[in-house]
């Protein structure tokens, strides 16, 4: 982290995925004096951000849609409209008004990035948002039982184990603008989100994942609280890491930050019958491979089970100014 005179620069935070978890996180971390800069995967092919991407021949928006959203610094009204899902018409039901504008902009300047770029200014976001590659990909996943499955929406339906996920194109190029973000970092975050869908695919792209193993950041990963049906039934935490390490090649963290916070009863029986558990912290396993553990009570259940935002980027911005003071 550079510094000029006596104003020092905030300490520069890459944040990796996907997904909602991304998004809860990032509300809590544009509370602090960090220069955030998340980079959202490009495989959604589901729903609202499918529809767009296969009839407009556009990246998907739905991921950047939640990160601008959260990042934003805008009206609770206007948050609230940008995640509007429309719920009738012909041709509208089931986009969400966000989208539709991520489109619409993407189709007045051009190309998708100018589009991302110009709205973060017009929602004063607090920070970047990047998309991992110019162009969407396809994610595919090999099973255990050799069947593969194409399509990002279609791996968790599947029903088998994954064995393997991977890109097409196999070498997209990231967008350059995320590499270098990734080589000026003070910190990089990957998770929480899906294993699978939201943040291997960011993993994925070659050179993106070849810049983060070079980087001399400090590595957090966040794990999800509980596992996810059809992508990480049983796994523990050591195995959400054994995935990465498998997929990358290269042991990437130096902290992850783990939810040992007891569930309710009653929420994990709501969750049990959607098919999903608490993620087991595997303590000893993590410790005798290297990793440096934060463990705390860190979920909140309103209608849903949810990260607290507040005590996650609390834990997050401590590790980094404890990282930068000890480079000094």
Request: with cysteine.
């Amino acid at each position: 982290m550079k510094e000029t005179g006596s104003q020092r620069e905030r300490p520069r935070i890459v944040v990796m995925g996907g997904g909602t978890g991304l998004s809860v996180m990032l509300r809590g971390l544009k509370q602090k004096p960090l220069d955030i800069t998340a980079i959202v995967t490009v495989a959604d092919d589901g729903g609202s951000s499918g529809i767009l991407r296969s009839e407009l021949q556009m990246p998907p928006p739905g991921d950047i849609r939640n990160v601008l959203t959260a990042l934003a610094d805008v009206e609770p009204v206007m948050s609230d409209m940008l995640k509007y899902r429309f719920g009738a018409g012909s041709g509208l039901s089931g986009h969400s008004l966000g989208n539709l504008i991520l489109a619409a902009m993407t189709d007045i300047s051009g190309d998708f990035v100018t589009a991302v770029r110009e709205l973060s200014r017009v929602f004063a976001v607090r920070g970047r948002v990047l998309p991992a590659a110019e162009e969407g990909v396809v994610l595919s996943a090999e099973m255990e039982d050799g069947t593969v499955i194409t399509g990002e929406s279609k791996i968790p339906e599947a029903g088998g184990r994954i064995k393997r996920v991977f890109l097409e194109p196999t070498h997209v190029e990231p967008l350059p603008e995320a590499v270098e973000a990734i080589n000026e970092a003070d910190a990089i975050l990957i998770g929480p989100g899906s294993l699978y869908t939201s943040i291997l695919p960011n993993l994925l792209v070659p050179k993106l994942a070849e810049a983060v193993v070079k980087s001399d950041a400090i590595k957090i990963f966040v794990c999800n609280v509980m596992t996810q049906p059809g992508e990480t039934d049983g796994y523990t935490v050591g195995d959400h890491l054994q995935a990465i390490f498998e997929h990358v090649g290269h042991h990437l963290f130096d902290y992850v930050i783990v939810n040992n916070g007891e569930i309710p009863p009653q929420v994990q029986e709501m969750y049990a019958e959607q098919g999903a558990k608490p993620v087991q912290v595997d303590m000893g396993e993590l410790t005798d491979r290297g990793y440096k553990v934060v463990a705390d009570t860190l979920v909140l259940f309103r209608t849903y089970l949810r990260h607290d935002a507040d005590k996650l980027s609390q834990h997050i911005y401590q590790l980094v100014q404890n990282w930068i003071l000890r480079r000094r």
